[in-house]
């Protein structure tokens, strides 16, 4: 009876310790996430505190030498990064500043491995800047096997040289890292579209599958008339091509 009393009451332990890990998971990865960023951020602005230290030195050594605080000097360093980014923004906007861009981008282009990353990253940025009511971004494929789906993305849409077929560029992330995936390319027709936002889909990939909808067309590529699906695909080529 005694032993009885004792599992239980270790079991009743063991049960609270897991509630409390799976409370305290999500918010521990966001928190690493947000630290990371947050510091790569504070770090790129941090170069040019000193510049700022000795301007603000020349008008008011009190005020300066209050900068000298290490989460004083943090906060600065971001707002610095912001600011800057603030400027990035609205310099690209203007005629001058596509001018510069081009120009820069231009400079990339002579240097090859420069050009394939830098050129690769914008690519994949630009792509997934499409409004979710324009594209169908989020796709399902038959990975690893027929009878089994991964939730992919739709980066762009080519031809078949020989056939002409249309087949779908889509990279399948990894879980729950989503920086690290694989790129497929599939025809279209095998292509189930869904209607998830691509945060949605981001969501499936880093929770597991733990944050999802309750249904999902798993088997609509398989059904009879499945390419008249495909338009829905196919405009991704319009925003990423």
Request: contains cysteine; aromatic residues 10%; charged residues 20%.
């Amino acid at each position: 009876m005694k032993s009885k009393r004792r599992l239980s009451f270790f079991d009743h332990i063991q049960r609270n310790i897991l509630a409390g890990l799976i409370v305290l998971a999500p918010i521990l990865l966001t928190w690493l996430v947000f630290d990371f960023i947050l510091a790569k951020l504070i770090a790129f602005g941090r170069p040019w505190i000193p510049a700022l230290y000795k301007a603000i030195y020349a008008l008011s050594p009190k005020l300066a030498d209050s900068m000298v605080n290490g989460w004083i000097d943090s906060v600065i360093a971001l707002l610095i990064t912001l600011v800057l980014l603030f400027l990035l923004g609205w310099l690209t906007s203007r005629v001058i500043g596509r001018q510069i861009l081009i120009g820069f981008e231009l400079l990339l282009d002579k240097i090859p491995v420069l050009k394939a990353i830098y050129g690769s990253t914008k690519r994949l940025l630009m792509a997934f800047q499409a409004q979710p009511e324009q594209i169908q971004r989020v796709v399902l494929i038959n990975y690893p096997t027929e009878k089994m789906r991964a939730v992919a993305f739709v980066t762009r849409i080519v031809r078949d040289t020989e056939t002409g077929e249309e087949l779908a560029v889509v990279y399948m992330p990894t879980a729950p890292n989503p920086t690290s995936g694989y790129m497929e390319i599939v025809p279209l027709s095998q292509v189930t579209p869904t209607d998830w936002t691509v945060e949605e889909g981001m969501q499936f990939v880093i929770s597991c599958g733990a944050s999802t909808r309750d249904s999902v067309g798993y088997s609509e590529a398989f059904r009879s008339g499945q390419t008249s699906r495909e338009p829905a695909v196919r405009e991704a080529s319009k925003e990423s091509g």
